[in-house]
Antibody, heavy 120, light 105 residues
Framework: EVQLVESGGGLVKPGGSLRLSCAASGFTFSSYSMNWVRQAPGKGLEWVSSISSSSSYIYYADSVKGRFTISRDNAKNSLYLQMNSLRAEDTAVYYC?????????????WGQGTMVTVSS | EIVLTQSPGTLSLSPGERATLSCRASQSVSSSYLAWYQQKPGQAPRLLIYGASSRATGIPDRFSGSGSGTDFTLTISRLEPEDFAVYYCQQYGRAFGQGTKVEIK
């Protein structure tokens, strides 16, 4: 079964850091681009970051550029999001999502999400 | 940057009725790069439609997508109880619409 499972969410103070992980299974992880998408409570979807299959290309939303770092370990079938200098507006459910083989930004498989709460 | 505007914000319908959801782009979008997702409460989004009109794997044929240029439509021909959810359109260049909630009337 194709599956993505996020972990690492939690409560953190403003200015703090958190590292999210996404474990992939059921497909050849190293062949696909991967993404992080977030959803603030009661709000819509916001693309956060993308990484190519070999990590050669990386992109960020302006809202997180300079604070978040996406990475992957193809040997471990894992995707990561290092989040620094967290703000209240970063509070959201963070989903990892697989980029379709025909287009990076067509998200064909999603994890169940992990909640990040930034609050003092 | 392309902005996607979905309408209506909420659609109140009964099971068995037809649902028509709209997604309008601020500038022309290649129909090859327009997708629709369904999200139920407490769940992750699920890909429904890609390339404006192609159904993703396992999606029932009561779901159909159409449109080109700046105007796109998701149609659910006969609503089933499990179809009541929020629907998002997406232009592959990272932008999502704000969502349309389909609720039971």
């Amino acid at each position: 079964e194709v599956q993505l499972v996020e972990s690492g969410g939690g409560l953190v103070k403003p200015g703090g850091s958190l590292r999210l992980s996404c474990a992939a299974s059921g497909f050849t992880f190293s062949s696909y681009s991967m993404n992080w998408v977030r959803q603030a409570p009661g709000k819509g979807l916001e693309w956060v970051s993308s990484i190519s299959s070999s990590s050669s290309y990386i992109y960020y939303a302006d809202s997180v550029k300079g604070r978040f770092t996406i990475s992957r370990d193809n040997a471990k079938n894992s995707l990561y999001l290092q989040m620094n200098s967290l703000r209240a507006e970063d509070t959201a459910v963070y989903y990892c999502a697989r980029g379709n083989s025909s287009s990076w930004y067509l998200f064909d498989i999603w994890g169940q999400g992990t909640m990040v709460t930034v609050s003092s | 940057e392309i902005v996607l505007t979905q309408s209506p914000g909420t659609l109140s319908l009964s099971p068995g009725e037809r649902a028509t959801l709209s997604c309008r782009a601020s500038q022309s979008v290649s129909s090859s790069y327009l997708a629709w997702y369904q999200q139920k409460p407490g769940q992750a989004p699920r890909l429904l439609i890609y390339g404006a009109s192609s159904r993703a794997t396992g999606i029932p044929d009561r779901f159909s997508g159409s449109g080109s240029g700046t105007d796109f439509t998701l149609t659910i021909s006969r609503l089933e109880p499990e179809d009541f959810a929020v629907y998002y359109c997406q232009q592959y260049g990272r932008a999502f619409g704000q969502g349309t909630k389909v609720e039971i009337k």
